[in-house]
């Protein structure tokens, strides 16, 4: 059976004032359905960088990304949004939710940008935010909660389309160890529940130790650890 995803010979620089800076050199994932991966490495090494090219938030200079098994058309945006909105789900270091919208209001924003949204949305929203200990905060602006409620609200709305794989980068690196420790069996609960595949970027070898496997980004590419 072909694997939920595989990227192959990923090749990423960057242009500096000095020249080029080759970050990803022929660097490969392969992720199976349900599986949760951590990926390690130094600072500067290109986790972020692969991270948002499986997600289509950025391009390779080469290489492939499939999803069971079916080439993304990594040129074509309007694919790419799709892939971005429903493919995959995103928990960065900062919450990223919008200030003038509720705790649900952020969850639901996924959706609006495919359709309209209904009552089992809603539903599904507030049954997330409960997951995530939040029942009494959907109506909260993010700016009424605190740094681990703010990042337990993204941890939700990854989920709200139902993808096939989250990913996390560094998605506690600013909260301290023990609220780290607690959003991770969050996490970790939650993409159980929901079946889903996890890739994440982390520094702490307890969060790591929590996925099946654990790579590391180093000159390139990613090996086990
Ligand atoms: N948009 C960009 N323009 C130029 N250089 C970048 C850009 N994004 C990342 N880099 C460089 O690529 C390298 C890898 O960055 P990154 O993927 O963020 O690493 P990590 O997440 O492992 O810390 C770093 O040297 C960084 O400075
Ligand atoms: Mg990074």
């Known amino acids: 059976m072909a694997p939920l995803l595989e990227a192959t010979g990923i090749d990423k620089s960057y242009p500096r004032h000095d020249g080029i800076v080759e970050v990803l050199r022929g660097c490969g994932l392969r992720l199976d359905q349900g599986e949760a991966v951590a990926v390690m490495g130094p600072s500067g090494s290109g986790k972020s960088t692969l991270l948002n090219i499986v997600g289509g938030l950025d391009w390779p200079d080469a290489g492939t990304v499939s999803h069971r098994g079916g080439l993304l058309d990594l040129a074509d945006p309007r ?27 952020n969850l639901l924003l996924p959706v609006q940008a495919r359709r309209r949204v209904g009552a089992a949305d809603r539903d599904r929203a507030d049954r997330l935010l409960d997951a995530m200990g939040l029942a009494q905060r959907a109506t909260h602006l993010p700016g009424e909660l605190s740094g681990g409620e703010q990042q337990r609200v993204a941890v939700a709305r990854a989920f709200m389309n139902r993808p096939d794989i989250v990913l996390a980068d560094e998605p506690f690196g600013n909260l301290d160890r023990e ?18 595949a996890l890739v994440i970027v982390t520094h702490d070898p307890a969060l790591a130790g929590r996925a099946d496997r654990t790579l590391v980004l180093e000159g390139g590419r990613l090996r086990p650890a």
């Open 79 to 105: 694919a790419m949004s799709v892939w971005r909105t429903a493919g995959v789900g995103f928990v960065f270091q900062f919450h990223f939710l919008l200030p003038d919208f509720t705790a649900r209001e």
């Open 179 to 196: 609220k780290g420790a607690q959003l991770g069996d969050l996490l970790f609960g939650l993409r159980r529940d929901e079946g889903t």
